[in-house]
């Protein structure tokens, strides 16, 4: 926790200043960021950003491939670097040249995709495995999951990103959308909107699914929304910091139907499905299925499920989103950039 604080610190106090044109200034914050997350993408992408406004156009360009390193899958990165070396204005970037055991490097490595791909569509084309399968998603600190139709969508708190995957053997990425000023904690679906839940700004945003452009902005009703759901008439919404559910109508204003307490200390995931509610903990690495009482307005925890491979050790994952089909449970881990599918069979309640 405090890796992530201190980065945070140096990281947005660097994007200050190169908002204000201090360059220098926030040079030496994202330097800083480093120390402590070299391994953060979006770090090298805004530091690359930064010494292009300042001129410095070969350090740019490192900054940007070693983003792309780490990730491959970040579009914004592809994009900067292939303007920067298509504008040479830095004869550096003119005379580069890749050295052919790079070439070699990279086919070996599509080989090696090309390989794991046809393993994993025969590995899904088998009748309903019992076994848990994982996926590799350009999402580094996935904060929620939604399924909708035949698509998944992933938010990411820390590079502020909305992902849109296929539901197929791969979860092949379809797009990604940077948003402006939102830190997504939470996402759920309909057919026609995506709602984000913000815990620094405490509100929870309408999307149009189409353009990805905010159609509604609602103040949380708790201090630090952590999740989101959508069953259709209702949105629901839960808090880590109040340790509520509360049920919203659909309306002008999200009224709240409906509040309900919780035992979970980090809630951070969210499913509802008829009168059963499934919350997960990232502190206990559980997920807690409640069943709802509508005549008395209370819900009530009916099992609590042990999450293989998640847990509060050291050496497990930190579950960070949660979404459901009949068969799955899928799964977010923070800062392992994959996405965990589950049978239910394989979940033992307690």
């Not at 990165?77 to 070439?103: C, H, Q, T, Y």
């Not at 940077?178 to 309408?206: M, R, T, V, Y």
């Not at 059963?276 to 690495?285: L, P, R, S």
């Amino acid at each position: 926790m405090d890796k992530i604080k201190n980065t945070n610190r140096h990281y947005y106090l660097a994007k200050a200043y190169f908002a204000a044109g201090m360059f220098g200034r926030a040079l030496d914050e994202f330097d800083k960021a480093l120390k402590f997350s070299p391994e953060f993408a979006n770090i090298h992408f805004d530091l690359a950003k930064t010494y292009e406004k300042m001129g410095l156009f070969g350090n740019a360009a490192k900054e940007y491939k070693i983003a792309l390193d780490i990730n491959p899958h970040y579009a914004d990165a592809k994009e900067s670097l292939a303007k920067l070396l298509s504008g040479n204005r830095d004869e550096k970037l003119k005379i580069k040249r890749r050295f052919p055991v790079r070439w070699v490097i990279k086919i070996f490595s599509g080989a090696v995709s090309i390989v794991l791909i046809f393993f994993t569509i025969y590995y899904f084309a088998r009748p309903v495995p019992q076994s848990i399968a994982y996926f590799s998603i350009p999402s580094l600190h996935p904060s929620g999951i939604t399924i909708s139709d035949k698509e998944i969508w992933i938010c990411d708190w820390f590079s502020s990103t909305v992902y849109k995957h296929k539901f197929d053997a791969t979860l092949s990425l379809i797009k990604s959308t940077k948003l402006s000023d939102i830190h997504p904690a939470g996402i759920a679906s309909n057919k026609k909107e995506l709602w984000l839940c913000d815990a620094f700004s405490k509100k929870i945003f309408q999307f149009d699914k189409n353009t990805l452009k905010v159609s509604g902005s609602f103040q949380s009703p708790g201090a630090n929304p952590s999740a989101v759901f959508d069953s259709g008439e209702f949105l629901w919404s839960c808090d880590s910091h109040e340790d509520k559910i509360y049920r919203h109508k659909k309306d002008k204003n999200l009224t709240i139907d409906l509040t309900f307490s919780l035992s979970n200390p980090n809630t951070v995931g969210l499913f509802v499905r008829g009168k059963n509610i499934f919350v997960a903990d990232a502190d206990t690495g559980k997920v807690h299925m409640y069943l709802l009482d509508e005549k008395v307005k209370k819900i009530s925890q009916i099992s609590e499920y042990e999450i293989p491979a998640f847990g509060t050790s050291a050496t497990t994952r930190k579950i960070s989103g949660l979404s459901m089909t009949s068969d799955y449970l899928f799964i977010t881990s923070e800062g392992t950039g994959e996405v965990y599918r589950i049978p239910f069979k394989m979940l033992k309640s307690k």
